[in-house]
């Protein structure tokens, strides 16, 4: 059973915008912080952002503030991270995850526990 569906990916030219979906259940949606990581190709996961149930607290790594913005939409169980002005660095498979806690501070440092699959998204011109 697939807890967290990603989609929105794509290419697209440097400067451009995409909305990235997460998809999620109820069971989730409604207790969890649930936040947005990424993959380049030959380097690690990292955390891009986060928000929370409770407060909708926000985390955003310092390469993704004043570009990215995370949002919740309760009513669809959907989790979006809206991306403008990517940059070629911003190549990497996009993946959403939660570690089943309901805070967003040092999100970066915890280890997830659900993961969705991932969706690429490639900037090149």
């Known amino acids: 059973q697939e807890f967290l569906v990603e989609s929105g990916g794509g290419l697209v030219q440097p400067g451009g915008s995409l909305r990235l979906s997460c998809a999620s259940s109820r069971l989730f949606l409604d207790q969890y912080a649930i936040g947005w990581w990424r993959q380049a190709p030959g380097k690690e996961r990292e955390a891009v952002s986060c928000i929370s149930f409770m407060d909708r607290s926000t985390y955003y790594a310092d390469f993704a503030k004043g570009r990215f913005t995370i949002s919740r939409d309760d009513a669809k169980t959907t989790v979006y991270l809206q991306m403008n002005g990517l940059k070629p660095e911003d190549t990497a498979v996009y993946y959403c995850?939660?570690?089943?806690?309901?805070?967003?501070?040092?999100?970066?440092?915890?280890?997830?526990?659900?993961w969705g699959k991932g969706t690429l998204v490639t900037i090149s011109s």
């Open positions: 995850a939660t570690d089943l806690l309901d805070y967003c501070s040092d999100y970066g440092e915890r280890r997830m526990d659900v």
